[in-house]
């Protein structure tokens, strides 16, 4: 450090010492995320219209993007990501012009930072349904194709027992998930700024849909509005929407019609993201619990001799199906830094020379 004064460090309350962590997933692993929302994110070609099998249209409005991002409170730019809630049964690379994603499609999502959620094997909800085998057939087939294990579940919908959602959450959490996306429990606003309780978590589920109507963005703009006061909320917030289809179709009238979506999303990077203020953490759910769940348990002691500061963390044991393993540290000087690390097991980078207000962990 260029200076003796006292430093302050701990952990950050959202990766990158965010204001706003912000999941959005999508519902039954339609191939209009990937047609559309995939390069509306990382910038590219969107798909122009495609009528699918049921001869709705999942594609877009075939423009070229260049991206909607937030920072890694460095230099970084990062695309905003999705989660994806599917249905192992569904997935397939037929018919043509089928209305689901293929497994390459997944895979090449999942490799880009989605994460891939487990919504039951069939999309079952009707009388007579074994919950049960609907959450291990998923699991099992997302090892099998795809080579990792699911671990946290999306109920699905649809005409069901009253109850029903009872039985899903019971066995996804008894078989390996973490948490349960259902129709009542936390959020969809979750204040973060203390240690939060994910020990079988159950959140309830909004969802965002286009109206009936296709004037205008009226609906959207509603939607802004919440997104806005949440925004505006005090403290370290973590904020949960859903929604199904994203392509021209509101698809079974449950879904955001791709122009929709475009603004949506649009109007909040360029608000939030680094076109804006860049206060947004725009990730998927797992990768935000993840790191709340590491933030928790991670234990940081920091001793200083004059010019010089050594930082020691502890890491707990941390399960096997976690994809995400990283720490975000909040820094308090006004004294430029810079670190000086050997170890193989962690990557490290800071604003040492500049705003000395941030290091990012990435342990390996």
């Known amino acids: 450090m260029k200076s003796t004064e006292k430093v302050k460090i701990q952990a950050a309350d959202l990766k990158f010492n965010k204001h706003l962590a912000y999941s959005f997933t999508v519902d039954d692993g339609y191939r209009s995320v990937y047609l559309t929302a995939f390069p509306l994110f990382n910038g590219g070609k969107i798909s122009p219209p495609m009528i699918n099998e049921w001869k709705n249209d999942q594609g877009g409005d075939g423009t070229i993007s260049k991206g909607l991002f937030y920072s890694d409170g460095l230099e970084s730019k ?43 094997f069939h999309h079952a909800t009707k009388h007579g349904t074994n919950f049960l085998t609907e959450v291990t057939e998923n699991t099992t087939s997302i090892q099998q194709n795809l080579g990792f294990t699911m671990s946290h579940f999306v109920v699905p919908g649809g005409e069901s027992d009253p109850g029903y959602h009872l039985e899903y959450e019971r066995d996804a959490l008894a078989n390996g998930s973490f948490s349960v996306a259902s129709y009542v429990g936390a959020g969809p606003v979750i204040k973060v700024g203390n240690k939060i309780n994910l020990d079988k978590m159950i959140y309830a589920r909004t969802f965002v849909q286009s109206s009936k109507d296709t004037v205008g963005f009226k609906t959207m703009d509603r939607f802004l509005a919440t997104f806005d006061s949440v925004a505006k909320l ?44 860049d206060s947004i953490w725009m990730a998927p759910w797992q990768e935000v619990y993840e790191y709340i769940w590491l ?35 909040a820094v308090e000087t006004s004294s430029k830094f810079e670190i000086e690390s050997n170890s193989p097991d962690f990557k490290i980078s800071s604003d040492g020379k500049t705003k000395h207000k941030l290091i990012n962990i990435h342990l390996k």
Do not use: C
């Open 234 to 277: 005090s403290g370290p917030i973590w904020y949960n929407e859903f929604t199904h289809g994203v392509g021209n179709s509101n698809l079974w009238n449950l879904s955001m019609r791709f122009p929709d979506f475009k603004y949506y999303m649009t109007t909040i990077a360029n608000k939030y993201g680094t076109n804006g203020n």
């Open 295 to 329: 933030r928790d348990r991670i234990k940081i002691k920091y001793t200083q001799n004059n010019k010089e500061g050594i930082v020691t963390i502890e890491v707990p044991e941390i399960p096997k199906n976690f994809r995400n393993k990283d720490i975000s540290l």
């Open 78 to 120: 990062i695309p905003f990501k999705l989660g994806l809630a599917i249905n192992g049964g569904a997935i397939g690379d037929l018919p043509t012009n089928r209305g689901h994603l293929s497994w390459l499609e997944v895979k090449e999502l999942y490799n880009a930072g989605w994460d891939i959620l487990n919504h039951g």
